[in-house]
């Protein structure tokens, strides 16, 4: 059995893993205020040009959204999120355990639209029983979506321009910043999150790390007391260097960017080999996520094989299958998912 169904299969890239080892014995103080975390800091606003912002080290997706989304509204604000959203459909309502409502809006391929946002912000705006709503307060979006597409650069301006209009600041889940990044079709630079948002993350876990998440807060509201925040929602590790000595080797180097390329490119193999047995895609998907759809029966047969997950049914006996490339992702395996997809297909 080989497996496509997540991105996050394996363990770290092999320069991690030789790196901590090398430190293993280093004696640092804790919680993130090591000279590690600090290089690795310092690194991250340097490739992001954001010399201003705040770098700070959490151990996981879920942490990371809920400690800023929690952080950044009142007690009577919600967050609003494509219904797609990862913080709507995938993260167990952690939001609203924080006593927050995910105030989900419809989106075209996982994309929220920034004539929607603007139309939804200025009608809760303008109705006359607005205080006995949840007022929207932040607004959380994904690069790539769940569905593994992408805002261009131009549609990424409107929607931050909506949100500087309505007072209001927009989030990025970066989970898989990198594969977005490394895509074909993609027209924004790592330095473009750095002015085109109020706070992003770069996501270590599904991008060679073994785990951890890189945020980076823009705006100097949502600076103050942030640590008491990641404390308080679990995401502060107290090993902290074990988080800046990866995220060191990451960008010190380029290798962030130079796996997720790799990623890329064996996602641009995996989508021939379903093309060339004539199948479709749920997505328009040019990042390492892909989505062909498979009749029910050989999609069953095929994934005994090489593990996928089923996303959804599409109808007419049909679904939709997610295949996953990542930085670890081999040629040996491309062509045994090749080799399989051929025989079943």
Known sequence: MIRFDCDYLEGAHPLILKRLSETNMEQSIGYGCDEHCDNAKALIKKICDAPESDVHFLVGGTQTNTAVICSALRPHQGVVSPETGHINIHESGAIEATGHKVLALPADEGKLKANDLDRYLTENENDPVREHMVQP???????????????????????????????????????????????????LDITDFAKLCDAFYIGGTKVGALFGEALVINSDKLKKDFRYIIKQKGGLLAKGRLLGIQFEVLFEDGLYFEISKHAINCAKRIRRIFENKGCGFLFDSQTNQLFPILPDSKANALLEKCAGEIWCSVGSGKSAVRFCSSWATTEEKLETLEKTVIEIL
Do not use: W
């Open 137 to 187: 307060g932040m607004v959380y979006i994904s690069f790539p979506t769940e569905g593994g597409t992408l805002y261009s650069k131009q549609e990424l301006t409107e929607l931050y321009s909506v949100c500087q209009s309505h007072g209001i600041p927009l989030y990025i889940d970066g989970a898989r910043l990198g594969y977005g990044l490394a895509a074909e079709t993609n027209d």
